[in-house]
């Protein structure tokens, strides 16, 4: 079953995938997928044609502009905003209002189960790596590799996480996930789990 709040407005032609739930206030717009069990919050947007994967958590007042793209599981934080136009404008050059057919829409990719924090900002065109963390109030303008800890304005790699999103520690040239044990290696600035 699909719960949708009343004060919601999904389009007729979004699909949601079952058990997801759309709270009160939220726009879910033309066109958007959305995956199994996902969860948009109270006031959040969703555009048109934008996809997102199973057990994503898109939290209160978030913005995901088309054509973003998420993978099962990522989570965006309270008043995240991913945008779509790397040069805006209200209007052209000769003073006229810009309409849909006077820029190319460019997207935000987050890979599985990666976090972008309370807040953040992602300038499109961007990717976010799979497992990777944006702290919050972070402004992401480059991509971000898999595993990685970005913060600040701009966003910089600070350390990196595992799939727990605890920060990883460097014990005897491997990084070691203090919550599950987990082993990772790093090599030429590239994370990846051990074998």
């Known amino acids: ?16 995938g079952a058990g997801s739930k759309v709270w009160h206030l939220a726009q879910v717009r033309e066109d958007a ?6 969860i948009v919050g109270r006031g959040a947007y969703v555009g048109t044609g934008v996809r997102m994967g199973d057990n994503c958590k898109v939290q ?14 990522v989570f965006l934080g309270p008043a995240v905003v991913l945008t779509n136009d790397t040069y805006p404008r209200a209007i052209n050059p ?3 209002l810009k309409s849909a057919s006077d820029w190319d ?8 189960g990666a976090s972008v924090g ?5 300038v499109a065109p961007v990717r976010i790596g ?5 702290a919050a109030g972070a402004v992401v303008t480059r991509d971000v590799p898999d595993f990685a800890l ?9 350390g990196w996480v595992g799939r727990a999103g605890a920060p990883l520690r460097q014990e005897d040239g491997r990084w070691v996930c203090p919550v599950t044990g987990a082993t990772y290696r790093e090599e030429d600035g590239v994370l990846a789990e051990s074998d």
């Open 1 to 16: 079953m699909v719960f949708v709040a009343d004060g919601a407005d999904v389009a007729g032609t979004a699909k949601l």
């Open 33 to 38: 997928e959305l995956g199994e069990n996902c």
């Open 60 to 73: 209160n007042h978030a913005l995901v502009y088309e054509p973003a793209e998420l993978a099962a599981g």
């Open 94 to 96: 000769d003073g006229s």
């Open 105 to 112: 829409a460019v997207g935000v990719t987050i890979a599985e």
């Open 118 to 122: 309370a807040r953040a900002v992602c």
């Open 130 to 134: 799979a497992w990777a963390t944006v």
């Open 150 to 158: 970005v913060a600040g304005v701009p966003a910089r790699r600070v």
